[in-house]
Structures are given as C-alpha cells and as structure tokens.
C-alpha cells in the first residue's frame, strides 16, 4: 500500500502574504532566453524528467534526428525552428530522482523555488489537487508518472491487492482536477498498459516497467507536440505593420503548466525566439492570479516585453486599439470545439469578438475529449471559497460571504478564431477539423519513432 501522503490534505491552502518579487529580467536575460534552446533543451529536459538520460545518449543518430528535425516524418510538418546552446533560466515544473516525482510548488512562485517530494500516485494526487502543480499538460504527466511509481512499489504484491491499489490510485488521480481532460487522458492510458500485461499478473517486474514506459512516452510527446504546436502558431500571428505584436493572454500555458514548454505561451515564445517585435498584456487571472505570479515570472526568464493587467482591463484596452490578438490554452476541448478554460476566458472570447480581434485556443490534440459532444458536456470544477476570500493570506470580504469560485468556463466554437495544435491551426467547422487532426496525429504516432522506440540497444546489447 502506498503511505499516507507526508502532509496534510485538508489543510487550507493560502498563498503566502510576502509580497511577490520578480526575479530575472533585464535585456541581457533576453540573450538567454530558453525558446532559442528548443530542440536540445527540450529533449534534455524530457530526458531529466523522465530520468531517461542514458537512454537518450544511446539513440541512434537517425532516431534522434527523425525527432530534431521534423522535416522527416511523413505527416503534415510545422514550420522549422532551429535552435541550441547556452543555458537559460526556464523550469519544468518536476524532475524526478529514483522513486521521487520533485515537484515545484507553484504555490510559493515567484517567491520561492521550493520542491514537493511525491514518491506515489497518492502523493501526485495531493499535489494536483492543492494546485501544487497545475496546468492541463504538466498535471497529466505527473499522473501518469505517479501511476509508474505506485507500480513500482508494488512490485512484489500480491495480484489482488495490486490491482486494487493501482485502480484507486488511479480514481483518486483523475479525479484530482475534474476539468483537465489531459489528466484522465493520461491515467487511462498508463492504466491500460496495465491491463496489456494482465491486471491479475504475477509478474510486478512486467507491470512496473509497462507503465513506466507508458509515462515516459507521455512526458515525450506531450513534449514534442508543444514544440510542433508552437511552430504552427508562429506561423499565422500577423505582425502589424507598426510597433509591436501586442498579445493578451490568460492564466499561465508556459513550461510550468505545461511540462517543459507551453501551449499560448509556447506560441509567445516562439515569436519571440523568431525577433517579432511582440509585448504581452498578462491577465492576473483571478482568484489564483497564475497570470500575476506564474506567466511575469515566466515570461521575465525568457526576457519576453510584458505588462501586467487586472483580469479586468482586458475590454478597456481591447477598446482602445492595444490588443492584436488574445491567445489562450485549453483544459478540455469538445467535439464541437466549445473550449473550457480558466474562467474568464470566455469573457474575453467576448470582448475580442466585440472588437473584431482574432482569439486563438492553442492546446494538444490530447486535450480533445472526444466523448464530449459540447461544451455542456465538460465538468467544471468548483474550487474552495478560501481561494476568493483570501488574497495572499489577508482576507478581502467579510467572513462567512457565499462564494461561487469555478475555475473553469467554456468557450462556445463560434467564438473562437481557431485552434492551434500539434496537427496544425485548426478553423471551424470544428467537428470535421478535429475529427480529421486526431487521425493525423493519430497516423503520425504510427509511423514516428515514440519513446519507447528510442529504448535501442547500446553496443553491449543491453536495451
Ligand atoms: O487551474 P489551472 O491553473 O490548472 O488552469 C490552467 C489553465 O486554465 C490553462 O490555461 C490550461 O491548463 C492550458 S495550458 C497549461
């Protein structure tokens, strides 16, 4: 059985009163910035994450360039990026260690860089839930690390026992975050690997290693789709024939909420990779202000011009002429393309529609819930009235005020410009662009090396 996570579910959980610092910054930051680092970085860190190190250092040269430079796989291609060298400032949100998922408590950013040490599924489960980490993308291969590391306790369990742990580690997880198809998307897989090797087998050894392969592969294309989503969103921003590219986005959709780079904010940073002259409006994306504390910081490491604003002055600036463009990620996308992200996306769908500015969702095929026929469809999680009626530890409304805090509203297709994937920008009719995107990507997983496949034998035939 695994433990009793070291740490107390129930406790209330409200932001510290420091006030936040910006760390980073400055133009020279701008020399280092991470986005120029892509490919390499971004395998090394899918490397680090997935604790896969060694086994990336015996890829072939030919699997590893199939991966670096997309231009050999057979299905629809993004626009090249190149990139490579120094260091920079970016964080993925967990690296792990043998038996531990270190995860970044994005509760204490931008004060803190301080790590949660989860060593089982029930563990990642406290962490998604307290939103010690979060994000669709990055709470998905957490689970489903956190799957591979309660199958590796249990090796020598008996079959029984295994399989009722394993299923209730994996209930507790996808119910975790209700909103995030991502989260499920990833259990269910992990799961059925699981089941491949025969949910009463006697062998643990077999099981542990399935499901860990599985969460690797995860962490490895969640990675690489982020990197071709990117790709494809640089290519339809419109530069405006003067002064910046001004970008509004919303929450935070970079490295920490996405694993080791982003969805809208993948797209910010390629343009800013690629010199478009570019200024991002950051929403503070009330009541958890990711936008305040999360997308600043980000943005500041990569050194990306950006400017905070209440939630509220998105229509006022939007009426004024400031904003070219509102970009968005997604935690659960329908069949129909009715899109649920954090609340008060959709006011801004509105207000953008209002002023005839393009709105853009850029999200991962795997956050399309196909299942989901519209947006009526998506459960939207409610959240704790602690988190409206505290900020930052101080209390703002009398005690014992009604409070309705979802997290999360939905975003009607018709309203939405298109969306950005792994498989290209996607544009209504939206049941027919989906529909045909799953299958590309589908097609494309069938023919690219996973990555599993890299797992080659090294000279001593050792795999
Ligand atoms: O409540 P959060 O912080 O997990 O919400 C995150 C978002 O709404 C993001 O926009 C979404 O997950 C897409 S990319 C991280």
Redesign the pocket.
Known sequence: MDPTPAVDPDAEVVADPVEPVIPGGGADLARRRFFRQFAGELFQSAATVVGAAQALQRVSAEAAGAILDPGTLAVEEPPAIVLPSAPTGFRTPFRESPGVLHIIDQRRLPDAIEEYDAHSAAEVAYAIRE?II??????GQAAAIGMALTAARLRTTRPYARRATLRGAAQALSAA?PT?INLRWAVDRVMARYVEVGDLSEDGDAIAEAMRAEADTIVFETTEDHGRLAAFGLAILEQPSEGPLRVLT????GPL??GQFG??LGVVQAAHHAERDLHVWVGETRP?L?GARLTTWELAQAGVPHTLIPDVAAGHLMARGEVDVVI????RIAANGDTA??VGSYSLAVLADRHGIPFYVA?PLSSVDPEAPGGDAIPIEERKANEVLYLRGQRIAPPDTAVRNP??DVTPGDLITAIITDEGVLRAPYPASLAAAVERRAARRAVAPTFDALHVPDASGVA
């Open positions: 939103m979060r994000g669709a993308p990055a709470i975050r995030a919303h929450c935070n959709t909420g996405c969805t809208a958890y990711q968005v990620g997604a935690d992200n954090k999200a997290a999360f």
